[in-house]
């Protein structure tokens, strides 16, 4: 083989090892950070896992939030069709989390089945409304 | 009457438009000057018309005329004028016509400048132009007009601006984003002009080169504003969220940042030439696209205010005819563009085709990460999201292989380097990153981070590689005279190369410190209360009520005290609620320094009088920016060069005064 054909082909050696090797990575690293998104209704029903971080979002129930007295946490509950779920918080709450607004959570179940939320999100604007939780309102709606 | 003026301008415009984009295409092919000089002042008619539609809408807004269902729905009689100004690109109507401005502003900067291309070329490129002008102007007409009127029964006030963007980043951020953004059209427009004509050769790279910079620079600039403001205004103490629409904004950047390499080597070298075309052409597809995602609803997000499905098709309806149009041609003509001339493995092209690869990687995979959740939606396969930890665990090493690939790039010859050489320079340098790395990771904190490490040992590598770089560079000239005095003998873009590079070490130190060793702590304060955070103590003296122009305010008052219990600052921060609104806000209370910033953010009442308060304490997180900063200057000095302007000098006879003093820069 010439020099010229051998470097270029070392070229496309390298690029193709590069890119396999990229392609590997992305793809593993995606698995590993995917976050399923479960409404209430899967949470309660056994259909969301225990212990794996997932997302989950609903309508915050009026009347349901409760500060512990000590710290930062609070518990309330979210629905979406009815369906209820408690979630559990600890840190400063997003500045447009209303009683009766939507919000999307990322967190794990424990065994209780309560959401033991990390990250909450209610967005930046007082008419959002989360497209999952409207997606399962629409569900929850449809059904009955 | 004012609305329709702006109407009626913004129809003239398109008509312009449509000239532009027939006109000087036919001239160039039929060889008639006449029709080809059409674009020039085309060009210039459409950037007057739109910017008369665009003054239209601002004083709409100053004027308070709700009677236009935009400025209601963005505007309040009660908002400051300044926010009334920049109210002006808040919502989805206005920023379109702030993108088509810009636009259009390009398109007259080329019509200035084109005079020493060939006629052909600049009249291909000033159709081109045309073209992405027509589809943005039609898309504005037919489905988002932003004159609007609501008649016959306006509201008695308006709807107030988003709290969220009543702000001074709302003056800078959006539209120097669009100058970025847009400003790849340029490039677009000379690329597609080149595949027309088939031909491409480095005077071409050398007339495009200045675009792409300035272009990249706007960018560079538009996103880290970004940062900078939701840093401050979102209350989390975070730059970088790998929200799509940060992501969209990134992804053209990198491809952009790939293009400006890439025409270094079609312009030094003549390679690379059918690469840098399609880079050209995936960087305003990039841009485009960024829009789409915005504009379209697709996403939601701080920025998603228009989801209407009719925007969306027509958005994805052009975005597909521009892309594959485009790309149909490239197909069609880059085969003639090869060039046959060989470097060497060992080389400064093959550094600079490894940046170019990790830039395109490393856009690819911002690029899954941002449409998987979306392409997993369509195909009803369940609703997912990809957390910030599969960027940050792809786009880290790409960053620092990155860097590592500079530090040999930069070294190297052209066409053919040598091995023994390079070693013979690096050796100690490597050793001394490596060490210094390793050495940073183990003093500055009692955890060892192997990522920070790393980092660390990459900036030492960029710092040393480049200043032996200069010290080469400057080793005949220093003999005669002050290292300074021999800085000054080197090529402007040389010296703006460096000073880019010095920039992204900057920004790496920022993001590396500032996720490496940042502190926080959420809890709950009475007044009186003091919690220690590293080694600053602060003391939460409760809070006052205070009335704004348009929200009641909050105002916390924390001192921070150190560990002499010496003041260091007293920070105020706020949680306003917008009368009209009636939306909540959150501005935090900074305290900025190089190597440090203390942030500290208000959440809500707790009774008592205790409040929810979020403290940080960030190290170099200014770094980021002012890294940025380097970048954006250093590709302003590269946009100077004297070599761009060869041409001019030459041509004395056209030369008008102000393009003269430039050339002398």
């Known amino acids: 083989m010439n020099p010229v054909r051998r470097q270029r082909l070392l070229l496309i050696l390298l690029l193709l090892a590069g890119v396999g090797l990229a392609t590997t990575l992305a793809l593993f690293a995606l698995k590993e950070n995917i976050n399923h998104y479960f409404s209430p209704n899967q949470m309660t029903s056994g259909e969301a896992p225990i212990g794996q971080r997932i997302r989950g979002g609903g309508i915050v129930v009026p009347g349901s939030l409760e500060r512990n007295p000590d710290d930062l946490t609070v518990t309330f509950k979210m629905e979406t069709g009815g369906t209820e779920v408690e979630v559990v918080y600890t840190g400063i709450l997003p500045d447009l989390f209303r009683e009766g607004q939507g919000i999307v959570g990322t967190g794990k179940l424990d065994k209780n089945r309560r959401f033991i939320a990390d990250e909450l999100l209610a967005k930046h604007d007082e008419n959002y409304m989360p497209p999952e939780v409207q997606d399962a309102i629409d569900k929850a709606h449809n059904a009955s | 009457m004012n609305p329709e003026l702006g109407l009626f301008a913004l129809i003239l415009a398109t008509c312009l438009a449509i000239l532009q984009s027939v006109a000087p295409l036919f001239g160039s092919y039929s060889g008639r ?34 009677t236009v269902s935009y400025v209601a729905n963005n505007s309040n009689s009660l908002l400051p004028d300044i926010y009334k100004l920049t109210a002006t690109w808040a919502g989805h109507e206005g920023s379109l016509l702030l993108w088509i401005l810009t636009l259009a502003g390009w398109g007259m900067m080329v019509s200035v400048r084109c005079d020493k291309l060939p006629p052909e070329l600049s009249a291909r490129v000033l159709s081109v132009l045309g073209m992405v002008s027509v589809g943005f102007l039609l898309f504005i007409l037919v489905t988002s007009n932003p004159f609007a009127r609501i008649l016959p029964f306006p509201p008695q006030d308006g709807a107030d601006l988003n709290p969220l963007l009543q702000d001074v980043g709302m003056i800078f951020h959006p539209p120097v984003l669009y100058m970025g953004y847009v400003g790849f059209a340029v490039v677009f427009a000379f690329a597609i002009a080149a595949l027309l004509g088939g031909q491409l050769d480095s005077a071409w790279a050398r007339w495009v080169r200045p675009w792409t910079t300035a272009a990249w620079c706007f960018l560079t600039l538009g996103i880290s504003l970004g940062s900078w403001w939701a840093y401050y205004e979102l209350g989390w103490g975070g730059w970088w969220f790998w929200d799509p629409v940060e992501n969209a904004s990134l992804m053209p950047w990198l491809a952009g940042t790939a293009l400006m390499h890439s025409l270094a080597v079609t312009e030094k070298r003549g ?294 219990q010496q003041p260091i600052a007293v920070l105020q921060p706020e949680k306003r609620v917008y009368s009209v609104r009636g939306m909540p806000m959150t501005e935090a209370g900074i305290d900025p320094g190089l190597t440090r910033d203390l942030y500290v953010a208000l959440g809500e009442p707790l009774g008592d009088d205790s409040w929810a308060v979020r403290l940080h304490v960030k190290p170099y997180v200014r770094l980021i920016w002012l890294g940025s900063i380097f970048m954006a200057l250093g590709g302003l000095l590269a946009v100077c060069d004297k070599r761009y302007r060869i041409r001019l000098k030459k041509n004395k006879t056209n030369l008008k005064p102000g393009i003269a003093l430039g050339g002398q820069v």
């Open chain 2, 33 to 66: 000057l006449p029709w080809m000089a059409a674009g020039k002042w085309l060009a210039a008619g459409q950037f007057v018309f739109v910017l008369l539609s665009f003054i239209c809408l601002v004083v709409a807004f100053l004027t308070d005329d709700f």
């Open chain 2, 271 to 564: 390679l690379f030439k059918s690469w840098t075309l399609l880079l050209a052409i995936a960087t305003f597809s990039l841009s485009l696209f960024g829009t789409f995602l915005v504009r379209s609803g697709v996403l939601t997000s701080v920025h998603a205010f228009a989801s209407d499905p009719e925007r969306g098709m027509f958005i994805l309806a052009y975005l597909m005819v521009v892309v594959g149009a485009s790309l149909a041609l490239f197909a069609v003509r880059a085969p003639q563009m090869g060039s046959r001339i060989t470097f060497s493995l060992l080389s400064r092209e093959t550094l600079l085709l490894v940046n170019n690869i990790l830039l395109a990687v490393s856009c690819a995979t911002v690029l899954l990460g941002t449409m998987f959740p979306l392409l997993v939606d369509a195909l009803d396969l369940g609703m997912i999201s990809v957390g910030p930890p599969y960027f940050n665990a792809l786009f880290v090493p790409q960053v620092l292989l990155l860097g590592l690939a500079l530090g040999i790039g930069i070294l190297l010859n052209w066409k053919s380097g040598s091995f023994s050489k390079l070693l013979h320079q690096v050796r100690w340098i490597a050793l001394v990153s490596a060490l210094g790395g390793v050495a940073f990771a183990l003093f500055y904190a009692e955890r060892f981070i192997v990522s920070e490490a790393l980092a660390m040992a990459v900036v030492l590598w960029l710092v040393l590689t480049a200043g032996r770089d200069i010290l080469d560079k400057t080793r005949n000239a220093r003999q005669k005279m002050s290292f300074m005095a021999s800085l000054q003998k080197l090529p402007a873009s040389y010296l703006g190369m460096h000073l880019a590079h010095l920039g992204l070490a900057l920004t790496i130190i920022g993001a590396a410190m500032t996720s490496g060793y940042s502190l926080q702590r959420d809890l709950r304060m009475s007044p009186g209360d003091t919690a220690w955070l590293g080694q600053y103590q602060f003391r939460f003296d409760g809070v006052t009520q205070m009335q704004g122009p348009n929200y009641v305010t909050n105002i916390g008052i924390i001192t921070i005290l150190d560990d002499q």
